[in-house]
């Protein structure tokens, strides 16, 4: 919903600043809990990195999702289905579950592995996979095993931390260690560990700053359950704004915020408004910033508000690897074909700590991570994502956070301009084209299907999201900044609270999500962790409005 700002003052109970579905999600249980809640997003449809769009060519329309491709914990008694319970919306979202016996492909170049629901599978056909690697690898995953069970634990927050010494000495010793490390220690061949890295791409970090606890935690997250939500990215952001409006609160598209109001070290409220147009102070004692770390230290608030070495911290702190992304309309049914409902991951060599070392140096990569999706496949019923008997595909690779790969002085967070530029266009282009060839391992005959193509470069993510960097991870999650050493969700500013990617539930669709409900429980000061997991609803679900057929996810989020 996009509101004109009033000349009137406003006051609300709690005002979070950004519509990623950690902010969300905090709005929602802030509403469901009686606050008056209002969510303020620049952007000109809600949802963050959840958020579609839609493209028409030709009389055929197209839906691309930017930021959900496959999420965990979705099934009977995942964290996602619970917080979405927990608001009443449970019955309202739906989840496809991939294909059972092999939700990710890994493609190296002398081997494809299909990576099956459940650790007794996966375990059964690495065995089979890599004979000589048999005691190895039996090590390497009992480890990895009891840590991302430990793990698992901790964020249900079924363990406390202060039990680890004596309930979980694997986790204590291996969590937050590399995991080359361990793969190292117990003889495990570089080929084995490429495959237990193959979907590493869904964290971006180079696997010798790879804690154990983030590659663990990775597969378990989906040998649980790899899911896609029925009718797109976008519906779960959509039922998430409906139950925020039907509980009393408020979101607002085309609102940025330009400052948090900070007087005494206290939280008085925000300035919000488009550059060009007047600004308008509104009032709340509770701000949740939903929007990139950085900026919110640096910018929203101001470094003159925080500590010197909290500002310290903040700097120091590296973002995550930055994505590319082709997004590819294609005019034949690849369901109709048999392509299983799997994701692929093609790596060009089994030395993944190259690809990042060419990264680390501005460069892309010579042997690059290709990760190949079609949404077509994960909700074939659905009658946005493409037109009938045509294919949605998205293919992605990881790429340098350096701006002059693009030929970008600035980020457009910083008024920097680039879409026209004839160069930016260039190496975007080559780029897009490397990407194509690459994925016709998989689609042989992909190039001649294209009907519709774009891409996305880090400078897009940076000018929709103003994430720093233009990275969709946050801050990076590796040995040095995962877990107790992220920031949030309380701060020493009283009244201003963190949720999102940055915090210490970490990136990905369940991070955010556990990071909103975490961020609600701190700002109302209970534990809403254990409740909802238990099956408590805290929304009514009778001031939910009415299912209908028409509903639409998209215009929902404006």
Not at 33 to 50: C, D, F, W
């Amino acid at each position: 919903m996009k509101a004109p700002l009033q000349n009137q003052r406003e006051q609300w109970d709690a005002i979070v600043i950004g519509s990623g579905l950690g902010g969300l999600c905090t709005a929602a249980y802030l509403s469901a809990a009686g606050k008056r809640t209002l969510v303020l997003e620049a952007h000109y449809v809600a949802g963050g990195n959840s958020q579609v769009f839609r493209r028409k060519h030709r009389g055929q329309e197209y839906e691309f999702d930017v930021g959900i491709h496959y999420i965990g914990e979705c099934g009977r008694d995942g964290l996602i289905t619970a917080a979405l319970n927990g608001l009443g919306l449970a019955e309202r979202i739906v989840f496809r579950p991939l294909d059972s016996d092999g939700y990710s492909t890994l493609h190296f170049p002398d081997l494809s592995f299909r990576v099956p629901f459940g650790w007794d599978r996966y375990r059964a056909r690495l065995h089979e996979s890599f004979p000589r690697d048999h005691d190895a690898l039996e090590s390497v995953l009992d480890i990895m095993q009891d840590v991302a069970a430990t793990g698992h634990r901790l964020r249900r927050e079924e363990l406390d931390m202060t039990d680890l010494a004596t309930d979980a000495p694997s986790f204590l010793h291996w969590g937050l260690r590399p995991v080359t490390e361990l793969f190292a220690e117990k003889g495990l061949s570089s080929q084995a560990a490429a495959v237990l890295l193959g979907e590493q791409g869904c964290y971006a970090v180079r696997p010798s700053n790879t804690p154990v606890v983030m590659a663990a935690g990775l597969s378990d997250h989906f040998l649980r359950g790899a899911y896609y939500p029925s009718g797109g990215g976008q519906v779960i952001a959509g039922r998430l704004i409906e139950a925020i409006r039907a509980y009393g609160g408020e979101v607002r598209t085309q609102t940025p915020v330009r400052r948090i109001r900070i007087e005494q070290g206290r939280v008085q409220g925000v300035v919000a408004g488009k550059k060009n147009r007047a600004a308008q102070e509104i009032d709340a004692p509770i701000v949740v910033s939903n929007a990139d770390l950085k900026r919110t230290f640096q910018e929203l608030v101001g470094e003159e508000h925080w500590a010197p070495e909290t500002i310290e911290r903040v700097r120091s702190l590296e973002m995550a690897v930055p994505l590319f992304c082709v997004y590819l309309g294609l005019d034949v049914d690849l369901k109709a074909r048999g392509m299983p409902n799997s994701n692929h991951f093609i790596w060009g060599d089994y030395d993944i700590e190259g690809v990042y070392d060419e990264l680390d140096a501005g460069q892309l990569a010579s042997k690059a991570m290709c990760y190949v999706t079609a949404a077509s496949l994960k909700d074939p019923e659905s009658h946005h994502l493409a037109p009938e008997g045509f294919t949605n595909l998205q293919i992605m690779t990881l790429v340098p956070r350096e701006y002059d790969v693009w030929s970008v002085e600035r980020g457009p967070a910083e008024g920097g301009r680039y879409h026209r530029d004839p160069e930016y266009r260039k190496r975007k282009a080559e780029l897009v084209e490397q990407l194509i060839d690459a994925s016709q391992q998989i689609i042989p005959d992909l190039r001649e299907h294209i009907v519709w193509k774009e891409a996305a470069t880090p400078v897009s993510q940076e000018r929709f999201t103003r994430s720093t960097g233009g990275t969709s991870y946050g801050i990076e999650m590796s040995c040095s900044q995962a877990g107790p050493m992220r920031v949030g969700p309380s701060t020493e500013i009283d009244g201003l609270f963190l949720c999102g990617a940055s915090t210490p539930s970490g990136p990905g669709i369940a991070g955010v999500v556990r990071s909103g409900v975490a961020t609600a429980g701190a700002v109302l000061g209970t534990d809403l962790i254990r409740p909802i997991l238990a099956g408590k609803v805290f929304g009514d679900r009778d001031q939910l409005p009415e299912l209908r057929d028409d509903w639409d996810a998209w215009r929902e989020s404006h």
